[in-house]
């Protein structure tokens, strides 16, 4: 990043207070560039707050959250400053790591119960494990907190030494836990298994550095050049790091084809290429996304559908095709600023439009031509701008507003640890019946929540899915109980039906087989 760049000396001048000082001393010395006048007027509204306002004011406040955070609103909703706690976990998120306790917890009022501990984290060195709950914090009990208060607690916590009270399942006294903080690999592939023999499932929660390495590793684990299709699945995926996103495309492409190209005012004109990587897999490829795979996401998936590499399923993605450069400012801050636009191999921009922002039309170039025509390799036309459009449409189940007041309220794991309680350690073979569903309905009666006979007769199902899968978080662990609701997820059985179907549906339309009705005679 240049410090030339208008926007970025705007926030060096706003960066100091000692400047602000000395431009108002030296008015009549001001150069008459732009950029210093601009700063000059930012630097007498704070020299009049700075003296008048009815209280001393925080200077870091007023300029970090005041006057840098104010101006980048004004462009866009990705740009963005951080303040030096947030740059460090920018810098730690991007790397694959957090500073805590490698704990996946379950908070709820009054309640935290552990699900998952990272392999070589504190909490897996001390011991804990799925089920334990957390009943103490540095002399802090845990039933009498509400939910924010218990956040703040835990954010407390990891800022050194936690001394935890747990009750283990099955016990009803606690015992005490001492827990150093520390860095903890955070897995960008957190779900890997067989959705049936040869053909596997991954979820990619993220893009870091070490992502295309974990997605190899993991598909070596189950088998490597053996395995006969991968299901990708991309939800919920927010993005991350774009050469994460050009590394994991070179594991599925032959080497030097485009991946994107980004351009903006002061960027020059780029290509990413894939490159030769060590290892090409070759096998059938479905991807699976919703309106929330974005950006280095939504650049993976354009590319694979784009060079016909892949089938993408699911519903359309979020739209944003831009690029952030991230730089280092003084007194250990960061600035992440949109620098460029970026574009599919078949040149077309994803950016949804954002009224009111300098994103309210993401391409002018193609603004003047909107009846374009895109395509893929093999002729396939894809649709320009506003995300990516699925190349087969699988809508997410829609859940009724109990059932989501349930999820909301955490009934379902908050019962599962008392089920466990009262009935001990379920097997793997377990299945709720009805005598489960009626322990969840007196359940919920003791919480003071209905159960209307119109949705409880309807959920009947799902609501055996949901306690078996908390239930198996529990006693086997949050990987094993994913698998579990991964398995029973609509959207991945009817994508996993698609394999079959891949070779016709990468075809033009034009191509593919006509299907003939039979006809049948009345008489």
Do not use: C
Not at 23 to 41: F, H
Not at 373 to 396: E, K, M, Y
């Amino acid at each position: 990043m240049r410090a030339r760049d208008p926007i970025i000396r705007a926030v060096l001048f706003a960066g100091s207070v000692l400047l602000f000082t000395a431009l108002l001393r030296a008015q009549a010395d001001v150069p008459p560039d732009e950029i210093t006048q601009e700063s000059l007027k930012f630097a007498r509204a704070y020299g009049a707050v700075e003296e008048n306002f009815m209280e001393p004011i925080d200077p870091d406040r007023m300029v970090f959250d005041g006057g840098i955070r104010g101006m980048l609103s004004a462009l866009d909703p990705f740009s963005s400053f951080f303040d030096p706690d947030q740059f460090e976990q920018l810098k730690q998120f991007t790397q694959g790591k957090a500073r805590g306790f490698g704990s996946v917890l379950y908070v709820s009022p009054g309640k935290i119960l552990v699900l998952q501990t990272a392999e070589g984290s504190p909490s897996w060195r001390a011991g804990l494990g799925p089920g334990d709950e957390i009943v103490e914090v540095n002399g802090t009990r845990i039933d009498r907190l509400d939910l924010k208060s218990l956040i703040e607690l835990l954010q407390r916590a990891r800022s050194g030494t936690a001394r935890l009270g747990v009750i283990r399942p099955g016990r009803v006294v606690a015992q005490d836990f001492e827990l150093h903080p520390s860095e903890v690999a955070t897995p960008t592939v957190d779900k890997a298994f067989f959705l049936k023999p040869g053909l596997a499932y991954l979820h990619l929660s993220g893009f870091d550095q070490k992502t295309p390495q974990e997605v190899n590793d993991a598909l070596t684990k189950l088998g490597g050049a053996a395995l006969k299709g991968l299901l990708l699945d991309l939800r919920d995926n927010h993005g991350g790091v774009l050469d994460a996103a050009v590394g994991l495309a070179s594991l599925f492409l032959k080497p030097d084809l485009t991946v994107l190209t980004q351009r903006g005012r002061a960027v020059p004109a780029k290509s990413h290429l894939t490159s030769a990587a060590p290892v090409r897999y070759d096998l059938p490829l479905v991807l699976l996304v919703n309106g929330n795979t974005a950006s280095a996401a939504e650049v993976f998936v354009a590319a694979l559908q784009e060079h016909d590499r892949a089938l993408v399923a699911g519903e359309p993605t979020y739209g944003k095709g831009v690029v952030e450069s991230v730089a280092a400012l003084s007194e250990n801050t960061g600035l992440a600023l949109t620098t460029a636009q970026y574009f599919t191999p078949s040149g077309r921009s994803i950016q949804r439009p954002l009224p009111g922002t300098a994103l309210a039309i993401p391409d002018p170039s193609f603004a003047a031509t909107p009846k374009a025509s895109f395509r893929t390799d093999n002729g396939r036309p894809v649709a320009p701008g506003g995300g990516i459009t699925p190349d087969v449409t699988l809508p997410a189940p829609v859940r009724d507003p109990w059932l989501s007041f349930l999820e909301q309220r955490g009934a379902f794991t908050s019962f599962a640890s008392d089920y466990l309680t009262l009935h001990g350690k379920v097997s793997q073979t377990f299945e709720p019946d009805a005598n489960t569903l009626e322990d969840f309905r007196t359940f919920l009666g003791r919480q003071r929540i209905r159960t209307p006979d119109e949705y409880w007769a309807a959920d009947q199902d799902y609501l055996k899915l949901r306690i078996k899968v908390e239930l198996f978080n529990l006693v086997f662990g949050l990987a094993y109980g994913d698998e579990v609701e991964t398995r029973n997820d609509p959207q991945v059985q009817k994508a996993a039906a698609l394999f079959p179907r891949i070779p016709v549906l990468l075809q033009p339309p034009a191509k593919r087989p006509v299907r003939v009705r039979p006809k049948f005679s009345t008489r």
